[in-house]
């Protein structure tokens, strides 16, 4: 049999899982509802899809052709955030598109440091809702 420590992880693990799936559902259902004479329809993306598509993403960014186009478009910035032009920071690439993905040219990227980097990414998902 189970231990009660054993039980309660077995539990924690359920709603930390569990909830934000249930979460998404509901929020899909608010957004989509139902269509008319259409029953019940959302976007309900497999959790093996996700984690195929954020797998290959990962291991592109490890790549050594990502790291030749990244240092190509530093190269391009002269070292230099291209939205603040702040000098001698961690710079990051900013995919403008993701048309080429896995065949970036440096002009596909946008050199900036970690702050902007997360400002951008922040505008984008304000721009989704």
Not at 9 to 22: D, E
Not at 51 to 70: P, V
Request: aromatic residues 14%.
């Amino acid at each position: 049999m189970f231990s009660m420590f054993e039980i309660s992880l077995i539990i924690a693990f359920i709603f930390a899982i569990g909830f934000p799936i249930s979460i998404a559902f509901f929020l899909n259902y608010i957004v989509y509802g139902r269509k008319k004479n259409k029953g019940f329809s959302y976007y309900s993306p497999t959790k093996s899809n996700i984690i195929n598509e954020k797998t290959s993403y990962n291991k592109h960014l490890t790549s050594s052709s990502w790291d030749i186009i990244r240092k190509e478009a530093y190269k391009r910035a002269n070292f230099t955030c291209e939205r603040c032009g702040k000098k001698n920071t961690r710079l990051e690439a900013h995919h403008l598109n993701y048309n080429n993905l896995g065949n970036e040219q440096p002009e596909d990227l946008l050199v900036v440091c970690r702050k902007c980097h997360l400002e951008l990414e922040l505008e984008k998902e304000n721009n989704k809702n």
